[in-house]
C-alpha cells in the first residue's frame, strides 16, 4: 500500500489554501510483473493453439508427398523429448539453489539447464535440415507446412529462451541474487515450463499421432 503525504500550499491572496498529496511508496503492485508475464503466456497459448488447429486440418494432405509414419524418427524425437523435460526438472533445481541464495548452484543448474535446450534445438535443426535434404521441405505439402510451422515456432521460442537464460545468468554473476534478479529468474522458469507442457502436445498430437496408418 502507498503511502501518501498531505502538503499544504500557500494560497494566493484572495484565494484559498490549496492541499496536494505526494505519493512517497511504491504505487504499482507486488506482483505487477508476474501477472503480466501471465497475461503474456496466454496470447502464446493463443498462437500455439492456432498452430494446432491448422495442424489438425492440414496434417493428412500429403499431395502424394511422405506420411508423417515415413518421416519421423521416433527414437530421436524421444530423445529430444527427453532432454527437453529433463531441462525443467534441472531449473526447478535452480530455483531451489535461488531460494536458498546460493549464487553458484544457481548458476550451475543454470548452465545445465542451457546445455539441455541447447541439445534439443539442435536434434530439432538435424531434422528440419534431414527434411529439406529428401526434398521435404515445408513447401512439398501442405502436412510439411503445417509441420515445419508448429516445430519451429517453439523450436525459435526456446532458441529465445536460451538466450534470455544466458542474460540472466551474466546478470547474476554481475549482481548476485537481487530482488529483481530472483523476479527475472521465476518468470524465465513459467516461460520454460510452458515450452515443456507445449512439446508433449506436439510430441503426442503430430508424432505419435503421425505415425499411426
Not at 80 to 99: A, C, D, K
Request: charged share 10%; proline share 3%; with cysteine.
Amino acid at each position: 500500500m502507498s503511502d501518501t503525504h498531505a502538503i499544504h500550499l500557500s494560497g494566493q491572496p484572495g484565494h484559498p489554501e490549496e492541499l496536494s498529496f505526494h505519493v512517497t511508496g511504491d504505487h504499482h503492485p507486488a506482483n505487477s510483473t508476474l501477472l503480466g508475464f501471465w497475461l503474456y503466456l496466454m496470447s502464446d497459448c493463443l498462437i500455439f493453439a492456432c498452430l494446432f488447429a491448422v495442424y489438425g486440418v492440414l496434417g493428412r494432405n500429403y499431395a502424394d508427398g511422405p506420411t508423417g509414419a515415413q518421416v519421423f524418427e521416433l527414437p530421436v524425437v524421444a530423445l529430444n523429448t527427453s532432454l527437453l523435460l529433463l531441462s525443467s526438472i534441472t531449473y526447478g533445481f535452480s530455483v531451489l539453489e535461488m531460494q536458498r541464495d546460493r549464487v553458484r548452484g544457481t548458476l550451475i543448474w543454470l548452465a545445465i539447464t542451457g546445455l539441455l535446450g541447447a541439445g534439443f534445438i539442435f536434434l530439432e535443426l538435424r531434422e528440419f535440415a534431414h527434411l529439406i535434404a529428401e526434398h521435404n521441405g515445408p513447401q512439398r505439402s501442405a502436412f510439411l507446412s503445417s509441420f515445419f510451422t508448429l516445430v519451429g515456432t517453439h523450436g525459435l521460442h526456446v532458441t529465445f529462451g536460451i538466450i534470455w537464460l544466458i542474460t540472466l545468468m551474466v546478470q547474476v554473476g554481475q549482481k548476485g541474487l537481487i530482488h529483481e534478479n530472483k523476479r527475472r529468474l521465476m518468470c524465465l522458469s513459467m516461460f520454460w515450463h510452458f515450452l515443456d507442457v507445449v512439446w508433449v502436445g506436439v510430441f503426442s498430437f503430430v508424432y505419435l499421432m503421425g505415425v499411426q496408418p
